[in-house]
């Protein structure tokens, strides 16, 4: 089965803090998706990598950035975290392709007081 | 631009009763659908997708969809509800770089 693992489950941060969120996968998968999960907004995506090195914005990326140095890890980057940043992230990967199933990690909860 | 509305936020039905969930869809080209679902504390696995074959699209744990064009909707539906089936249920909708639009969640509650 394709593995995702997400790194933390649950993160505690103080506002200003550098955080990263760090992402892997085992399954050789070209694209990379981060997700944000707000109750009542749905998921909704921040960034996305579809190769190494590369990315594009998603939907809502203001206050973050990201990193595939590696195909198999993909990065989120919190530069100066805020309180309205508190929320469930959620990476995901799948193959190339516009109908290829995303696979999910188990998510990080992250609070920011 | 592509997305979906999914139709109540909540859903209470009893259990051996029928899950409807509504999924409404907006795309400029034939789309690709999905739907998830997140069981508590997990993160979300696919329950079906759309893929022009078929209007009628089965998936796992006894759920189906059916696509109408005619209506721009790809509802869910399972004819009879079990406790298991308690989760928060999402549409989505590709683009031709895979990224998935989601919709804002169903949350369903099956009651005894």
């Known amino acids: 089965d394709v593995k995702v693992t997400q790194s933390s489950r649950y993160l505690v941060k103080r506002t200003g803090e550098k955080v990263f969120l760090e992402c892997v996968q085992d399954?050789?998968?070209?694209?990379m998706f981060w997700y944000r999960q707000d109750p009542g907004l749905g998921l909704r995506l921040i960034y996305f990598s579809y190769d190494v090195k590369m990315k594009e914005k998603g939907d809502i990326p203001e206050g973050y950035s990201v990193s595939r140095e590696k195909k198999e890890r993909f990065s989120l980057i919190l530069e100066s975290a805020s309180t309205n940043q508190t929320s469930m992230y959620l990476c995901a990967s799948s193959l190339a392709g516009t109908n290829e199933k995303l696979f999910f990690g188990s998510g990080t909860q992250l609070s920011v007081l | 631009a592509q997305s979906v509305t999914q139709l109540g936020s909540h859903v209470s039905v009893s259990e051996g009763a029928l899950v409807l969930l509504r999924c409404n869809y907006s795309s400029s080209v034939p789309p690709y659908l999905f739907w998830y679902v997140q069981y508590p504390n997990q993160g979300l696995q696919l329950l079906l997708k759309?893929?022009?074959?078929?209007?009628l699209v089965k998936g796992i744990n006894g759920f189906e969809a059916e696509f109408k064009k005619s209506e721009t909707s790809f509802h869910l539906t399972k004819p009879s509800a079990h406790m298991s089936d308690a989760a928060e249920y999402f549409c989505?909708?590709?683009?031709?770089?895979?990224?998935?639009?989601f919709g804002a969640g169903t949350q369903v509650v099956v009651t005894p």
């Open positions: 399954m050789d998968h070209e694209n």
């Open positions: 989505a909708v590709s683009d031709s770089w895979g990224k998935l639009q």
């Open positions: 759309y893929t022009s074959a078929a209007t």
